[in-house]
């Protein structure tokens, strides 16, 4: 139960903190984080964290397309058709975890997770070419 309440705590607080930076690496980092974590308490058959971390990723990625957008990079197409597709995927896996269908939310987790990953690289090599 200790581990379980210490590993909440070091994903709220970045969470917390990330509504306070505009920084869109941060949050594409924290919805990446999510992502991992949505898949390694699903495949322990833990539902609840599915939809826990889903609707927290979801949260996030309603946030980072007011943080692109008040970046200029060359890719924002690309990023923000890659935010929806997150959200989709996120969104799956919400929906099948509410249904306690958990073979069909890991697999939308995992989905997410990759597209996440891809987020996040997008949006890394986008800040060392500016």
Known sequence: MQRVAFVLFLILI????????????????????????????????????????????????????NLLHQRKIGNQKKVLKQIKEIRKRAEEAVFFSKKRSLQPALKSARLASFHAKKLRDDLRSSGKKN
Not at 18 to 29: E, K, S, V, Y
């Open 14 to 65: 970045p969470i917390a903190m990330a509504h306070g930076n505009d920084d869109p690496l941060q949050t594409a980092n924290i919805v990446y984080r999510l992502s991992e974590e949505m898949i390694l308490h699903g495949s322990e058959g833990h539902a609840h964290e599915i939809i826990t971390f889903g609707e927290k990723m979801i949260e996030e990625l309603d946030h980072l397309p």
